[in-house]
């Protein structure tokens, strides 16, 4: 049984391609706004970071309808230092949209997100975005998309995905490169038509695989994923269990609240039904990966492997003679619980103690996931310093591989710099003011 009313779907693509200026028409014409409503562009980069660096960090959800569907839409990173955000939440979608420049065409990101959907059996709508670009180069971009996907080894099926032409910006689609489109119908016309509908098995236990992670400062840690099979009400009774874990005790719990998505908001709800991409509250120390089942039907869920990390630094207290001076959260016990309290959102970051009580390693992504942790707890008020960034796989000493400049430590906050010592032994710089 099939929940025709609903559709999930995640918009995938490199960095800078559009997908959240594609998102934010979506919504207009959705429905989400009143008429005479003020809006923001790139609604959906709430994070400070990321508006100010002009990128999506965190895959969030919203949902818009169309018809008499609800169409539950996830906003993915395009960076592939945050691509363990797109795996996650891949668990939770039935189909994708691949956005691809019309003008710069696949780039390594588009590749990296795309073979994922593909493993997972998703059904791909590949959009042509930016067609309005002077440069724009469509007819070799559509050439290229369809060598990608050979490249991936695609089903048949997914070889013959719909290809439409956009221009996110000014909330246009149409099905011909030569036709220009006046509005997204187009669009949520093929979401419709050719993303399947969620399986809705309601007779079946309660069961879901949690996918992501928020939080709230008066109800704690909020389960987001989509429901695999069965009804969730308020106050039900429920049970913790992860397949990784299998000879652990499922643990009780109570499903406090249910949120649903509709628009940008979570809508509180006393009943969920398969299909729907849910938030609930009332489990303190849930984390991403774990299944929620009914206490009578416990059956873990297996969840999507994450890639490794492929950079590592060392997260340390200030020792500098001014340390103290600027942060709050000065200790290694305070650094210690935030570095690993991280992981429990972040599925692609890995910490690890040290043989120094003061020191944790922290291994990320790339040098751009670990620079946004940096600048958060910065901005939270943690006062560390940090050695360079070193290739996971490497385990030569600093003394054998690095160079002066990669010698150096950085202390945040930093307001200027010091030079390092000449000497292997003690190379150091760090940031006084």
């Not at 120390?285 to 297996?302: M, N, S």
């Given at each position: 049984m099939q929940n025709e009313h609903l559709r999930n779907v995640a918009i995938i693509a490199h960095v800078d391609h559009g997908k959240t200026t594609l998102v934010d028409e979506m919504l207009k014409q959705g429905g989400i706004y009143r008429e005479n409503q003020a809006t923001v562009d790139r609604v959906m980069d709430s994070n400070d970071l990321e508006r100010e660096r002009g990128i999506t960090i965190l895959a969030k959800n919203t949902a818009v309808r169309y018809k008499d569907v609800k169409i539950n839409v996830v906003d993915t990173p395009g960076h592939a230092d945050f691509g363990g955000e797109v795996e996650r939440i891949l668990k939770m979608v039935n189909g994708v949209i691949l956005l691809v420049d019309a003008a710069e065409g696949p780039m390594p990101q588009t590749r990296f997100v795309l073979s994922r959907a593909l493993e997972l059996g998703h059904r791909v709508i590949v959009v042509i975005n930016k067609i309005d670009r002077p440069d724009q180069r469509i007819h070799e971009v559509i050439d290229e998309v369809l060598e990608l996907l050979m490249d991936l080894d695609a089903t048949p099926e997914q070889l013959d995905s719909p290809m439409l032409f956009c221009s996110g910006r000014q909330g246009t689609a149409s099905y011909s490169p030569d036709v220009p489109g006046t509005d997204l119908k187009p669009l949520f016309e093929t979401i419709l038509d050719y993303i399947p509908a969620p399986e809705a098995d309601v007779d079946q236990p309660f069961q879901m695989l949690v996918s992501s992670i928020d939080y709230n400062e008066f109800v704690g840690r909020i389960a987001i994923g989509r429901i695999e099979r069965g009804t969730l009400k308020q106050n039900q009774e429920i049970a913790v269990c992860n397949y990784h874990d299998p000879d652990a005790a499922p643990k009780k719990a109570k499903a406090v609240s249910i949120y649903?998505?509709?628009?940008?908001?979570?809508?509180?709800?006393?009943?969920?039904?398969?299909?729907?991409?849910?938030?609930?509250?009332?489990?303190?120390?849930?984390?991403?990966?774990?299944?929620?089942?009914?206490?009578?039907?416990?059956?873990?869920?297996?969840?999507?492997?994450?890639?490794a990390p492929t950079l590592e630094m060392t997260f340390s207290v200030n020792d500098s003679p001014y340390a103290g001076r600027e942060g709050k959260f000065v200790t290694s016990r305070q650094l210690r619980d935030r570095l690993y309290r991280e992981t429990l959102k972040d599925v692609s970051l890995k910490v690890s103690d040290t043989d120094r009580d003061t020191a944790f390693n922290v291994a990320g992504r790339g040098e751009m996931s670990l620079s946004i942790l940096i600048e958060t707890m910065r901005r939270e008020g943690y006062e560390f310093q940090v050695s360079p960034p070193r290739v996971c796989c490497t385990r030569r000493s600093m003394a054998r591989s690095a160079s002066p400049l990669s010698a150096w430590w950085w202390t945040f906050p930093a307001t200027a710099w010091a030079a390092s010592s000449k000497s292997w032994a003690s190379a150091r710089a760090t940031c006084w003011k």
């Open positions: 649903e998505f509709e628009g940008l908001a979570k809508k509180q709800v006393t009943e969920s039904t398969a299909g729907n991409i849910i938030a609930m509250s009332g489990i303190p120390d849930i984390t991403i990966g774990d299944t929620i089942c009914a206490p009578g039907a416990v059956e873990a869920l297996p969840f999507v492997k994450i890639s």
